[in-house]
């Protein structure tokens, strides 16, 4: 019943920034987690960051700490993952996730969004 929408992709030089949005509808709670995931060409799909709907319990990967940062907008309905100083390694399909379990894996995902970051 959550239906998620990514939109923000494009191409950037590496150290330029890019602000990927999640647009959330269907069915919603305070207790739902938000996150994003990325999946590089022949890697297996990775965590980068989530939080709480409520904007608690906010958690990113050490490879994007300091550089990305997740929030949200609850009058939206929208999870923001602002990257900056993107590097070629950061190029891959992101994508958004949902869950109303507070320990269970994601099960609602969006259909991705392209991130390509040249040298």
């Known amino acids: 019943q959550v239906q998620l929408v990514e939109s923000g992709g494009g191409s950037v030089q590496a150290g330029g920034s890019l602000r990927l949005s999640c647009a959330a509808s269907?069915?919603?709670?305070?207790?739902?987690?938000m996150g994003w995931f990325r999946q590089a060409p022949g890697k297996e799909r990775e965590f980068v960051a989530s939080?709480?709907?409520?904007?608690?319990?906010?958690v990113y990967s050490n490879s994007v700490k300091g550089r990305f940062t997740i929030s949200r907008d609850n009058a939206k309905n929208t999870v923001v993952l602002q990257m900056n100083s993107l590097k070629p390694e950061d190029t891959a399909v992101y994508f958004c996730?949902?869950?109303?379990?507070?320990?269970?894996?994601?099960?609602?995902w969006g259909q991705g969004t392209q991130v390509t970051v040249s040298s």
């Open positions: 939080l709480w709907w409520s904007g608690a319990n906010i």
């Open positions: 996730a949902a869950t109303k379990s507070v320990v269970g894996p994601f099960d609602y």
């Open positions: 269907g069915s919603t709670f305070s207790s739902s987690r």
